[in-house]
């Protein structure tokens, strides 16, 4: 069986980073680790590469600043492809809102689907510590999404998330431009399009404990306005372009 590279973007995760890798890298044997850092100015890269002295299976993409988490998980994506033995790749916050125990549940649903998304709205809303404000944003945001687009997605914002490696070699990620929920959703759409096998798990989603928030309103602004660009391009069939030549 193939290894599951788990890509962590990090941005001033000092806190989090150290205990985040660990726990991954416990639920087995076939995960490897991919830290993208935006230069952090609180030094998370150096932690990162204390930690890399003795262990394997854990690697580095330094980036020079901090240039968002669309264009990180591509630059992720994209170095993790030279990496033969990979099989499947990981979207996953270094905030422990995405509980490294759900690995064993992704590794199982991957070996069917093409994408597996763990969902805070498959059963309710399990969201736990955000504001009322935040859930109502995101539940009903998700909700726009579904009717906009047509997707067929409980939660098509969420970050937590694995790819069969045979997706990110057809998409052309070269295309992909939009950072934060915007990503998530132009993700979703080109493989939904594509034709590949959706999964979505149910996850609880728990607010970051440790570490600050980079969440803006631009990145809603984003969102919202990109899922009409991907209404349109549905409709004129111009995201079939996003597909590369099938090999
Ligand atoms: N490399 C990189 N990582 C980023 C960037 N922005 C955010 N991240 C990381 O992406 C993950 C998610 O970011 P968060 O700040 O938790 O964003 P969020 O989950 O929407 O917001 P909160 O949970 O409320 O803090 C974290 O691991 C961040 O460190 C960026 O520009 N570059
Ligand atoms: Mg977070």
Redesign the pocket.
Known sequence: MKNILVC??????RE?VEHIIREVLSQGNDIEILI???NSPDGTAAIVEGLMKSEPRLHILK?AG????GT?YVDGFTYGLTMPQIGYFMEM???F?HDPKYLSNFRETIQDFDLVIGSRYSNGISIVNWPISRLLLSYFASKYVRIITGMPIMDPTG?FKCFRREVLEWLDLKRVKS??YSFQIEMNFFVWRGGFKIKEIPILFI??RA?????SSG?VKEAVWGVWKLFFRKLIRKDKLARKEIK
């Not at 962590?8 to 995760?13: L, M, Q, S, W, Y």
């Not at 901090?66 to 988490?69: A, D, P």
């Open positions: 962590i973007p990090t941005f001033n995760e989090n993208i850092d935006d980036r901090k240039l968002g988490l990180a916050d270094a905030d809102s970050g950072n934060g607010d970051r570490g600050t928030s980079k969440m990145i």
